[in-house]
């Protein structure tokens, strides 16, 4: 890989609001799921956070987080072993970072990147996962569908 394109990587899966993450946000929203983005003081500072629902989302990029048997998900050709450790430790940070928010009683989902790129199919996945994630606390403000 030729450095501008692992610097494009980089900081496509370092930063927030990637463009996969706005994907998310835009079929949540057309759900009419309401939000709170990037809770920094929750383990890991889930992507998307839904308080009533006690629902964490991660959206992972495929490369960085090692989507399991994704054509995006390669391994470098060059400095194997560099890549090798930091897909390590990045995985070992997802997995700490989930049990962590699961231990305080959330639920948590990964969004991929690759699935956000069939639209229908993400927005009929989100669906179900709200409807299998009830509102458990009423003193938060609830989710609501929009009628179309
Ligand atoms: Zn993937």
Same mark, same amino acid.
Request: one cysteine or more.
């Given at each position: 890989? #030729?450095?501008? %394109?692992? +610097? %494009?990587?980089? *900081?496509?899966?370092?930063? @927030?609001?990637?463009?996969?993450? /706005? ?6 929203? =057309? /759900?009419?799921?309401?939000?709170? /983005?990037?809770?920094?003081? !929750? ?8 308080? %009533?629902?006690?629902? $964490? !989302? ?5 490369? &960085? ?7 995006? %998900? *390669?391994?470098? @050709? #060059?400095?194997?072993?560099? &890549? ?7 995985? $070992? ?10 231990? !305080?009683? &959330? ?8 699935? #956000? ?5 993400? *927005? =009929? +996945?989100?669906?179900?996962?709200? =409807? ?6 009423? +003193? !938060?403000?609830?989710? #609501?569908?929009?009628?179309?």
């Amino acid at each position: 890989m #030729t450095d501008p %394109a692992r +610097s %494009a990587l980089m *900081s496509r899966v370092k930063g @927030k609001n990637t463009r996969p993450e /706005l994907i998310v946000r835009q079929e949540l929203h =057309a /759900l009419g799921g309401r939000f709170r /983005l990037h809770r920094k003081d !929750l383990p890991g500072c889930p992507d998307i956070v839904m308080p %009533a629902r006690k629902l $964490a !989302l991660f959206v992972h990029g495929c490369f &960085w987080h090692r989507h399991q048997n994704c054509r995006m %998900a *390669s391994i470098p @050709k #060059t400095r194997r072993e560099f &890549w090798n450790q930091k897909f390590g430790n990045n995985v $070992a940070r997802d997995q700490r970072n989930v049990s962590e928010l699961e231990r !305080l009683g &959330w639920r948590v989902e990964v969004i991929w990147e690759c699935r #956000t790129r069939k639209r229908k199919e993400l *927005s =009929a +996945s989100l669906r179900i996962l709200l =409807a299998s994630s009830p509102r458990r606390d009423p +003193s !938060l403000p609830p989710f #609501t569908v929009v009628k179309r």
